[in-house]
């Protein structure tokens, strides 16, 4: 009958919004966890804890939660847009190079390293030149220390051109081709170019990443 069904689809939404809020409160629970985590090995907290008491449980609110959710969806999204343009990149199999611009000097620090990828990195591009105004128009960004390995051997390559499968030794070409996007979108100029194997050579090709070279023109 019609009251039947309508208290069945009745009973469903029930059961639909009682998951819902398990959901809910589970994430919240898994996201208090990691803060709490992360704030008891700050060390800014160890250093202000003389008591060597633990901090207060952490409890967040929802419009707290709802932010986190937002945050996360950002980044998978904008990940999702990166692994898009790769795979619609014209040629991709040969667009295999970086070109990296005359006179560019890379300088990075890292920290929070554990060998399992934890960690950040602060990069700074600049140029060898000395004129202030060409000195004034580098670039910095702050990366996951996942791509330390990468950078340091662009940091360190004594060629312009550094191919991609060089970056590092995994067989996974999304990662290399990500940072290679990275470094494109740096608000360089010239900019660092992801180049196809087909492009004609440079006519001076090497580079001293150390700026002991001025004539590397």
Known sequence: SHSSCAAFGSGRWREAETQAQESHKEVGRNLEELLERVLRESPHRLKGNVSGTLPPPLRLSD???????????????????????????????????????????????AWGLDGFGAGEVAVRFSWCSSRSERAQSGAKARWPAAMLPMLQVVAASTFRRVPLEELSQSKDDIPKLLFALELERLPLEPPIQLLAADSPELPFGHRDPNCGAAQEL
Do not use: M, N, T, W
Not at 68 to 75: C, E, I, M
């Open 63 to 109: 419009s707290a939660l709802r932010g986190a959710a937002r945050v996360f969806a950002r980044h998978i999204e904008k990940f999702e847009q990166d692994l898009a343009y790769v795979a619609a990149l014209p040629r991709a199999r040969r667009r295999h190079s970086l070109e990296l611009p005359a006179g560019l000097h890379v300088a990075y620090v």
